[in-house]
C-alpha cells in the first residue's frame, strides 16, 4: 500500500491464514462503518477484498513485519482456541481487540482497563467508536496498561503454572 496510507487515521491489523473464516465478516461490517480508518490485513494470499479500506498485505515474515505502522491488533475469530497471532500483536505493542471466544483474550479479561478490549460479536461497533476519536494520551495510557500486562506474561513461570492445574 501507499504510505500515505499508514498515516491516514487509526490503523487496524489483523493477522489471519484463512480471513474468511476467521472475521471476515466483522471486519467487512466496521470497514464499511467507519472507513476514515483503514483494516490491514496479513496472511491472505490473494482474495480481493471488497472494501476499499481494507488492505490486503499478503503473506509476511512476521519476525521482519513492522508493528509500529499499527494502534490496533483486531482479531474476531470465532474459532481459536488460542491465537499466537493475537499474541504476537499484544507482545509487539498494539492495543489487542478480540472476541471473547478466542483463547488467549482470557489475559485481557483479568484487567479492570482491558476488559473492554474482549467484545461479543455485537459489541465491535461500540468499541470502534470509543476508538474513533481516541486521543495519543489514551492510547498511551492504554499502552502503559498493557506493558505490564506484557511484563507479567512473559516473566510468568509456567512450570509452576502447569504444575498447580495438575498438569505436568
Given at each position: 500500500?501507499?504510505?500515505?496510507?499508514?498515516?491516514?487515521?487509526?490503523?487496524?491489523?489483523?493477522?489471519?491464514?484463512?480471513?474468511?473464516?476467521?472475521?471476515?465478516h466483522i471486519i467487512?461490517?466496521?470497514?464499511?462503518?467507519?472507513?476514515?480508518?483503514?483494516?490491514f490485513i496479513v496472511g491472505e494470499k490473494?482474495?480481493?477484498?471488497?472494501?476499499?479500506?481494507?488492505?490486503?498485505?499478503?503473506?509476511?515474515?512476521?519476525?521482519?513485519?513492522?508493528?509500529?505502522?499499527?494502534?490496533?491488533?483486531?482479531?474476531?475469530?470465532?474459532?481459536?482456541?488460542?491465537?499466537?497471532?493475537?499474541?504476537?500483536?499484544?507482545?509487539?505493542?498494539?492495543?489487542?481487540?478480540?472476541?471473547?471466544?478466542?483463547?488467549?483474550?482470557?489475559?485481557?479479561?483479568?484487567?479492570?482497563?482491558?476488559?473492554?478490549?474482549?467484545?461479543?460479536?455485537?459489541?465491535?461497533?461500540?468499541?470502534?467508536?470509543?476508538?474513533?476519536?481516541?486521543?495519543?494520551?489514551?492510547?498511551?495510557?492504554?499502552?502503559?496498561?498493557?506493558?505490564?500486562?506484557?511484563?507479567?506474561?512473559?516473566?510468568?513461570?509456567?512450570?509452576?503454572?502447569?504444575?498447580?492445574?495438575?498438569?505436568?
Open positions: 500500500p501507499k504510505k500515505d496510507m499508514y498515516n491516514y487515521g487509526i490503523n487496524f491489523l489483523n493477522v489471519s491464514h484463512n480471513f474468511k473464516i476467521k472475521g471476515e467487512t461490517d466496521i470497514a464499511s462503518s467507519f472507513p476514515q480508518n483503514r483494516f490473494s482474495n480481493k477484498l471488497e472494501k476499499e479500506n481494507i488492505i490486503n498485505l499478503g503473506v509476511n515474515d512476521i519476525s521482519k513485519f513492522d508493528f509500529n505502522k499499527y494502534n490496533f491488533f483486531i482479531y474476531p475469530s470465532k474459532l481459536d482456541s488460542h491465537s499466537f497471532s493475537l499474541e504476537e500483536g499484544f507482545i509487539n505493542g498494539l492495543i489487542p481487540l478480540s472476541s471473547k471466544n478466542v483463547g488467549f483474550s482470557e489475559i485481557f479479561s483479568k484487567n479492570k482497563i482491558l476488559s473492554n478490549l474482549v467484545l461479543n460479536d455485537s459489541e465491535w461497533h461500540q468499541a470502534l467508536e470509543k476508538f474513533k476519536n481516541i486521543s495519543d494520551n489514551e492510547i498511551k495510557d492504554i499502552k502503559k496498561q498493557l506493558l505490564i500486562l506484557r511484563e507479567e506474561w512473559l516473566n510468568r513461570n509456567i512450570v509452576h503454572e502447569f504444575k498447580e492445574k495438575g498438569v505436568v
